[in-house]
């Protein structure tokens, strides 16, 4: 075939030939609920903090160590690693923010940098500067290198639940219980917007990766997205059934990813508008969700103390080949186009959306528990555990017995972690109860009822496919149809006009 037709020939894309996402390992090691979580730049490694006081550096090899740093005297409420990875920042409820290098040795910085709990820490771009938002009601931008603070913003009514540079450095979005989401230019100091509409709390604010857009969500089960450029609301999300307690951005545009108290993980499609993909794996609410650097990876942690790490697959589409084929879409502005998305005016997507719904057997992923390495101080209130620095592997708890058994403490911790988990899932299962007022039976009546309805939706999904593939080969045959009574008109056209020109004379 000539070049001129490979390059004129249209691009074989289906827009539903995705890959799901599969679950890759399920990390355990963490005491409590898991409320934050972010990869290096590198992806080597995933940080995540939790309100059992400590950070633990996961290094994605499977055969290496991981790493858990003590030094926070309370739940520890954010991690976040500098754009060069060779720092991690974390945030905790006893108002510190800690600076570690996250290796074998743990070396960590400390200061107090707010009057109350600080809920978040974010690196800027260029990693000079560190933003930190706080029950105190206020922002406060600081010196990376000098751990200096430099200035606050303070303009919130209520607790300050998020805060994050834009991609440029020139702006801060940050969202909190005053049910705002403020836009503050870093230059002038002031904030230049705010955006009201909401029913409850806002929990999480950030910008998609080219700064066009702010996205935030609600304690009132809703995902908005914002153009920043017109200050419009272009996308409304409503696909989770309780709070909506974080969200990432794919580092293309194209997708999202959400976490919330209804125990799933959900996936949008941004440029199409709507819900891909629902995770099941955590029992209990889920509390943070990322994407890696590269957007092949994400990760999930929640209140049942388990961090999964997922491999996303569904991000091989290349939109860059499906927009050309959607001249809808053509816009001068770079992509992602968010700010082209139809309809313009906001669109409510509901949980009864054709979804495919994954649920995965965490037990059974072969991933053998990593060794952990204590790193740092120890918590004062640790007892029998006497650790100063590094020293190797964790201590065991002072029992009088001084040859006690590996093994035997080992079936000890998961005797414990069973316990704790029980106890969280009965205790999850009280609040339901006591927020919801409903009989026990009443709501298992009710539960059964949503999985036939889930079951009725998945065969409906499935019929309308076999619909859409029978209908594409219908009009195949049409095609070909057509084109050979084209091909016979054009052959008997030559025989008609020798016909009626008659033998030579």
């Not at 771009?125 to 105190?136: F, K, N, P």
């Not at 959607?326 to 502005?333: C, E, Y």
Request: with cysteine; net charge negative; hydrophobic share 35%.
């Amino acid at each position: 075939m000539p070049e001129a037709d490979l390059d004129s020939k249209e691009p074989d894309v289906n827009l539903y030939d995705l890959e799901d996402p599969t679950l890759e390992r399920c990390f355990k090691g963490h005491r409590d609920a898991v409320p934050c979580a972010d990869f290096s730049p590198s992806k080597k490694q995933l940080a995540t903090g939790s309100s059992d006081k400590t950070v633990m550096v996961w290094n994605l090899n499977p055969k290496a160590r991981a790493f858990r740093f003590e030094g926070h005297k309370d739940v520890v409420t954010a991690v976040h690693f500098s754009p060069s990875g060779d720092l991690l920042a974390s945030a905790s409820r006893d108002k510190t923010v800690r600076l570690w290098t996250p290796n074998i040795k743990g070396d960590s910085t400390v200061f107090t940098a707010h009057t109350a709990t600080v809920r978040s820490v974010n690196f800027s771009s260029d990693g000079q500067r560190l933003i930190t938002a706080s029950d105190d009601k206020s922002l406060k931008i600081w010196s990376v290198h000098r751990q200096k603070f430099i200035y606050s913003l303070n303009q919130h009514t209520n607790w300050v639940r998020c805060a994050r540079f834009s991609p440029d450095g020139r702006l801060v979005a940050s969202c909190g219980d005053d049910r705002t989401v403020r836009l503050w230019d870093t230059s002038s100091r002031q904030c230049i917007n705010t955006f009201t509409d909401y029913g409850g709390p806002a929990t999480f604010v950030d910008f998609n990766a080219s700064g066009t857009c702010i996205a935030s969500s609600g304690a009132d089960n809703t995902l908005k997205i914002w153009d920043i450029r017109t200050n419009k609301l272009i996308q409304h999300y409503q696909v989770h059934s309780a709070s909506v307690n974080c969200f990432s951005f794919h580092p293309s545009g194209n997708y999202l990813i959400s976490g919330s108290s209804d125990s799933t993980v959900k996936i949008l499609d941004l440029l199409e508008g709507r819900l891909i993909y629902t995770l099941y794996g955590h029992k209990g609410p889920v509390l943070a969700v990322v994407f890696s650097r590269e957007g092949d990876l994400f990760a999930s942690g929640g209140a049942d103390l388990q961090v999964l790490m997922w491999k996303t697959n569904f991000d091989a589409l290349n939109y860059r080949e499906l927009l050309s084929r959607h001249s809808r879409r053509v816009t001068p502005d770079p992509p992602p186009h968010l700010n082209d998305i139809y309809p313009r005016s906001p669109h409510l997507h509901h949980t009864q959306n054709e979804t495919v719904e994954i649920n995965p057997v965490v037990t059974n992923i072969q991933s053998a528990d990593p060794h952990v390495v204590e790193v740092g101080e120890v918590p004062y209130n640790m007892p029998g555990v006497t650790l100063r620095g590094v020293t190797g592997f964790r201590d065991r708890p002072s029992t009088g017995i001084a040859s006690a058994s590996a093994c035997t403490y080992r079936q000890e911790e998961e005797r414990e972690e069973d316990e704790e988990k029980e106890r969280l899932g009965h205790g999850v299962m009280d609040l339901l109860d006591e927020r919801c007022g409903l009989p026990t039976a009443f709501r298992s009546t009710l539960e059964h009822i949503v999985q036939q309805l889930d079951i009725l939706t998945q065969t409906v999904a499935v019929l309308e496919e076999r619909l859409t593939l029978t209908e594409d080969k219908l009009k195949e045959c049409l095609d070909n149809q057509a084109l050979i009574l084209q091909q016979a008109l054009q052959t008997d056209e030559p025989s008609e006009q020798r016909g009626a020109e008659g033998p030579a004379v």
